[in-house]
């Protein structure tokens, strides 16, 4: 079974911050998702990779397969970035879904 | 627009009544899930289908029951019999077992007292 650590758990930053959010897990995958939950609970899907990089207005998401590693990079952060950012990775053949990070509480501060 | 539905967003039970949660998609996607998220704790899987009239346990299905009679439908009850059942409840689809683009409903929050 896949394990998926992220780090930090809770980021606190000022509003313009340049903000990383890092994942790592532990065996191959096809896929890694990030995720944007918001109180309340919603979840949004804001990336799905399987290699290099991808860019969506103010973020940006990387993978290195070869060190199972991934980042998410929000710039010029903004109060409205605040949310629980969760990464999921969809295990290689697997049919059993997605397995989650715990997520990172961030709150961008004005 | 193609969708998954979750509702209701919020829900309230006593304690020691079962409850359904639905979950209704118009993607035409043949694979169902269901996800339970505790305060600290990663999304972990509860149950999932496959296929119209199949599904199969995840890692925590004991106290919670599944049907899948429509490929649109995949409906969770939360029995009696889960210890703790309040809980932030997600669903989510993809096109077929094991495709790598996944879609997510909104979730429910459930508060059993």
């Known amino acids: 079974k896949n394990e998926v650590e992220q780090s930090p758990q809770n980021l606190t930053a000022q509003e313009g911050e340049f903000i990383t959010i890092n994942c790592s897990y532990s065996?191959?995958?096809?896929?890694l998702h990030w995720l944007q939950q918001h109180p309340g609970g919603g979840i949004v899907s804001l990336f799905m990779?399987?290699?290099g990089k991808k860019k969506h207005g103010r973020l940006i998401a990387t993978i290195n397969i070869q060190e199972k590693h991934s980042s998410l990079h929000i710039t010029a952060s903004h109060p409205r970035d605040s949310a629980v950012y969760i990464c999921?990775?969809?295990?290689?053949?697997?049919?059993?879904?997605?397995?989650f990070g715990k997520g990172t509480h961030l709150i961008i501060q004005p | 627009d193609g969708g998954i539905t979750q509702s209701p967003k919020y829900l309230f039970r006593k304690e020691g009544q079962n409850v359904t949660l639905s979950c209704e998609q118009n993607?035409?996607?043949?694979?169902m899930y269901w996800y339970r998220q505790d305060p600290g704790q990663g999304l972990r899987l509860i149950y999932y289908?496959?296929?119209?009239?199949?599904?199969q346990k995840g890692d925590i299905a004991e106290g919670y029951s599944v049907s899948r009679e429509k490929k649109e439908s995949f409906p969770l009850t939360v029995t009696s019999a889960q210890k703790n059942p309040t809980a932030f409840y997600l669903c989510?689809?993809?096109?077929?077992?094991?495709?790598?683009?996944?879609?997510f409903g909104q979730g429910t929050r459930l508060t059993v007292v």
């Open positions: 989510a689809s993809s096109i077929w077992a094991g495709n790598t683009e996944a879609f």
């Open positions: 065996v191959g995958i096809s896929a």
């Open positions: 990779l399987s290699s």
């Open positions: 999921a990775v969809t295990n290689g053949g697997g049919a059993d879904g997605l397995t």
């Open positions: 993607l035409n996607h043949d694979a």
């Open positions: 289908s496959q296929i119209v009239n199949d599904f």
